[in-house]
């Protein structure tokens, strides 16, 4: 099974997501992209986050509107902070056999994956696909896994990576959206629209639970 991951906050999940999750779908011939909303994210410094609930029914209305997606409530059945680490461990203990994971990730998040969790034995359960973002380039990742202690040797073209694990690290430049979530609660805050933006679903959700008026979250 080719299966793809796309984490994150979600907080809320915006049409850049999920272009995203579909455009790496496609090209990779995945049959599925699972999005998971992380329950507590480690990463947040204590800032307040959407309840999850309500974070996680967001994700699961917006990824209704592709057969390739799929809302996953995995982290929110965890307790703890929500490690990355542990989700890939339970794909692998949940689907034993002929699993090829694909982990998806923008470029910043990657050059801060020294930070995560047992970050070293991220690379032995998935294949990484680390997605251009503005301001970053592509010649730091040869730099960066050496810092990390990562062994690796330069694939067949140069956008690729191959692991010690044998798992790859791909460079992928996709179709980029520049929208954020913190954008779109602080247009809430402001009473503004945020049509096309979000999925419709999304937005009358919002409106309908009263989210993100005072542009904490909470």
Partial sequence: MKLGILGGTFDPIHLGHLRLAEEVGEDFE????????????????GKPVTPFRHRFEMTRMAAEESPLLEALDLEG???????????????????EDHLELYFILGMDAFLEIGTWKEYR??????????????????????PYLSSLGIGFKGGNNKDTFILSSGNRLIYKR???????????????AGNKSIRFLVPERVRRYIIEKGLFKDHGGS
């Fill in 30 to 45: 995945l049959e599925k992209v699972y999005l998971i909303p992380a329950a507590l994210p480690p990463h947040k410094g």
């Fill in 77 to 95: 059945r965890r307790r703890g902070l929500s490690y990355s680490i542990d989700t890939l461990r339970e794909f692998h203990s949940l689907i």
């Fill in 121 to 142: 034995n991220l690379f032995d359960y998935a294949h990484f696909l680390v997605i251009s973002r503005p301001g970053f380039q592509y010649e730091e990742i040869g």
């Fill in 174 to 188: 996709a179709t980029l959206i520049d929208i954020s979530s913190t954008e779109i609660r602080a247009k809430v």
